[in-house]
T-cell receptor, first 119, second 116 residues
Framework: AQTVTQSQPEMSVQEAETVTLSCTYDTSESDYYLFWYKQPPSRQMILVIRQEAYKQQNATENRFSVNFQKAAKSFSLKISDSQLGDAAMYFCAYRSGRDRETSGSRLTFGEGTQLTVNP | NAGVMQNPRHLVRRRGQEARLRCSPM?????VYWYRQLPEEGLKFMVYLQKENIIDESGMPKERFSAEFPKEGPSILRIQQVVRGDSAAYFCASSPVRTSSYNEQFFGPGTRLTVL
């Protein structure tokens, strides 16, 4: 079974600074997807960024980027120019690449990292 | 295009009562997932359904919990004889079929169940 580990229960960053959230995972599969979700106080789950395991290039979405190290099974999230609105719980998630042509694969989440942004 | 809708947003039940949580997927989505988030924890998969079929229920507790996704109407997560340990946020997600390799799951706002 796949597992996802987020070793930082809490992180803080100064506004406009950069912060990196860590995520490691364990799998025997070679085809899979990785995601970072943000959960603000409203509890709505918002997709931040995603990465396909077979892609070497790290995904980037505006101020958010990842450092995907497949051999090390590491998938960290970097937030640049942090803003007050970035304050939230961040979850790393894994999805198997099996049954790619259907939606047939659950997400496995880590325990989350609570990010505080200080003004 | 309306997002995934869940109702009620908040549900209070006394021990022994039944809880019914509803999820209407995004238009055009025929796949529904239910996840549970206990306090201070991440989301845990419960069940995956397609219309009229349960595909994967390996995350569902063996007793008191059931789920359905009928041909017409929303998906229902039903918890019978609730206990305090069932207090949690229950999230529904939906996804389309064959639209992209990611098959992204779109989440609803969740239902927060409190058992007194």
């Amino acid at each position: 079974a796949q597992t996802v580990t987020q070793s930082q229960p809490e992180m803080s960053v100064q506004e406009a600074e950069t912060v990196t959230l860590s995520c490691t995972y364990d799998t025997s599969e070679s085809d899979y997807y990785l995601f970072w979700y943000k959960q603000p106080p409203s509890r709505q789950m918002i997709l931040v960024i995603r990465q396909e395991a077979y892609k070497q290039q790290n995904a980037t979405e505006n101020r958010f980027s990842v450092n995907f190290q497949k051999a090390a099974k590491s998938f960290s999230l970097k937030i640049s120019d942090s803003q007050l609105g970035d304050a939230a719980m961040y979850f790393c998630a894994y999805r198997s690449g099996r049954d790619r042509e259907t939606s047939g694969s659950r997400l496995t989440f880590g325990e989350g990292t609570q990010l505080t942004v200080n003004p | 295009n309306a997002g995934v809708m869940q109702n009620p947003r908040h549900l209070v039940r006394r021990r022994g009562q039944e809880a019914r949580l509803r999820c209407s997927p995004m238009k055009g989505h025929s796949h529904v997932y239910w996840y549970r988030q206990l306090p201070e924890e991440g989301l845990k998969f419960m069940v995956y359904l397609q219309k009229e079929n349960i595909i994967d229920e390996s995350g569902m507790p063996k007793e008191r919990f059931s789920a359905e996704f009928p041909k017409e109407g929303p998906s229902i997560l039903r918890i019978q004889q609730v206990v305090r340990g069932d207090s949690a946020a229950y999230f529904c997600a939906s996804s389309p079929v064959r639209t992209s390799s990611y098959n992204e799951q779109f989440f609803g706002p969740g239902t927060r169940l409190t058992v007194l």
